[in-house]
């Protein structure tokens, strides 16, 4: 039904900037809530931050509020997550995440590495 893709994870010095990719490459994002998450080695999985079906709602974690945003452009079927001022706690493999009918759909990870 749904098949995420995310990109554009990187190795950035502390401050940087990235931008994050989430695609569906089967089945379509346009009518659909999409989340990041990301797990740091050790850690569990975290919401960082998440946008409304028509992008007219977001919601971050405290933890990247004013440094992060989350924008998405259903013509691409993409959510980007554009990261700003990184931090070594910010690295973590990220993950993108749809709900459809209580059932959860996955990518396979971007890595993020934050050199301090």
């Known amino acids: 039904q749904l098949q995420l893709v995310e990109s554009g994870g990187d190795l950035v010095q502390t401050g940087g900037s990235l931008r994050l990719s989430c695609a569906a490459s089967?089945?379509?994002?346009?009518?659909?809530?999409v989340g990041w998450l990301r797990q740091a080695p050790g850690k569990e999985r975290e919401g960082v931050a998440c946008?409304?079906?028509?992008?007219?709602?977001?919601n971050f974690a405290d933890a990247v509020k004013g440094r992060f945003t989350i924008s998405r452009d259903n013509a691409k079927n993409t959510v980007y997550l554009q990261m700003n001022s990184l931090r070594p706690e910010d690295t973590a493999v990220y993950y993108c995440n749809a709900n459809i009918l209580s059932r959860n759909f996955w990518g396979q990870g971007t890595q993020v590495t934050v050199s301090s």
């Open positions: 089967v089945g379509t994002l346009e009518y659909l809530a």
């Open positions: 946008i409304s079906s028509v992008g007219d709602r977001t």
